[in-house]
Each structure stands twice: as C-alpha cells, then as structure tokens.
C-alpha cells in the first residue's frame, strides 16, 4: 500500500498514527563470515646432508698416521741408499714387501746375501703378530676378493690400530680399504723419497727412526682413552711385554703377543664362567 505522507497541521488519521506508533522491524543483522584460518604447514624437512666419500673420510682418517709414516719413510730411504743399494730398492721393498720393522732388517740380510731360508724364517718370527690381529680385524666389511687381498696384505700395525679403533666400528668396508691405501702410498712415497735424496743425508743424523716409536706410542694412549671401562686389558698387555722381556728377550714380541693372547683368553673363560655361575643361582633362587 502507498504510503501518504501527512501535511504539516493536518491531524494524523488512524492509519498515520499506527505507522509512526510502531516501530520498525530491525533488518536481521549481518553476518560477518570468521576469517579463515589454516593450519600451520610445516617446513619442509630438509634432506640430511650427504655423508663425505668413503675416499675423503679415510683420507682424514690417516692424515695423523702419515705424518709419522712420512719420516720414517725417509729413514728407510736414506737407509737404503747409505748401505750402498740403488734409490729404487726403497720403492720395490715398501711397494711389494710392505712389513714395517722387517723391511729394516731385509736391509741388512740383503747386503750379507744371506740364504732365502734365512730370510723368510726372519719375516716370520717378526711378523707373526698379525696372526694375531687377524682375530679382530673388520675384514668381513670388506667386499670384492681383489679388495679382501689387498686389505690382508697392507694389514699394518697402523691400519689395524686405527680400523679396530671405537670410532670405527661404523667404518664400511671401502673406508678401511682406501684407509690401508693412503698409509701404504706414505710410506712408498717416503721411502722413495728418501732414497732419492738419501745421498745428500749426513751419515751422523740420528733420530728420524724414532718416528715409529713415538707413532706407537700415541696409537696404545688412543686405544686406551677409547677403552677407558676396560683397564685390565691395557694391564694384560703391559705385564706380558714385561714377562717377555725378562724370559725371552730374544724373541720378545712374539712371547708379548701369545702371552697376551692366552690371558685375554684366559679371562674370557673366567667371566664367561663366573656369568654363568650368577644366572644359575638366580634360577635357583
């Protein structure tokens, strides 16, 4: 209906007064929509960083090792070249022969012309200890029998020292291959180098094989801090090279080594035996 609207002065009729009595419908109110909120989306996790080459990590891991490798290598040369033997037997010997302390003696037994039984009855009594370390060498990582060849051929008192270290529990197989590597290309270079150069060495300069010595002796103070819980075993192994020392001073290491190995296990049986001895009396109990 048409709404009229009043003249000013005229009285308001029935239908005027209803519509200015009743007030206006309220509109319904508005509705305002909440503002969407979205769940936090996390950061994408980032990748974790890829782990160094086998190669590059065991580099690091023998840079220590051939700063001692290094010299003696040199000693070995100048040795080699002062007894009166040509630069390149340094290389062949540390190349093919690879036996640390029996290479020094070879140098001797060379120049005598010494008898091929005498030789290799001295390579092994000097270098049976690593029928030891074969006990305990990770060489079950090893992958490949050309890579398994050559990591039982180049298994030095170094290499076993660092590969059955407790940091290198996790070590794969190529890090201790390229491991054995990297030491054995120190003490050829070395070598070879000191053999070159060995002429121009002074035959009174003392003290570059002293290098093994002190690299012997910062390897045992590792091995040690790595096995701070187990003090009886660094104690086994100084009292057999004690024992060995006062019985049999001529073959002192090979009676240090298989004394030591008849006491470590010795007390493997002992525990073994006195654990077994625990688990029965709380099955009685």
Known sequence: MPIRTPVVG????????QLVAEPSTPSAPLLIPAPRTTAPVAPASLPAPAAP??????LKDSATVGLALV???LAFGVLIAQAGLDWWWATAFTAFIYAGSFEFLLIGLVTAVAPLATVALTA????IRHVFYALSFPLHRVDGRAAKAYSTFALTDEAFALA?????????GRRTVFLQLYMHLYWVGGATLGGLLGSLV???VTGLDFALTALFTVLALD???DRLDDLPTPALALLSAVVARVLFPSQMMLAACS?????????????RRSADRAHGTERHA
């Open 164 to 172: 059955t270290s407790e940091r290198a529990r996790a070590w794969s």
């Open 10 to 17: 005229e009285p308001l009729r029935p239908v005027d007064r």
């Open 202 to 204: 002074p035959e009174g």
């Open 71 to 73: 010299p003696l290598g």
């Open 223 to 225: 091995a040690i801090r």
């Open 259 to 271: 004394l030591f190995a008849v006491a470590l296990m010795a007390r493997h049986f002992m525990t």
């Open 124 to 127: 092994f009594l000097v270098n």
């Open 53 to 58: 080459p086998a190669a590059l990590s065991a």
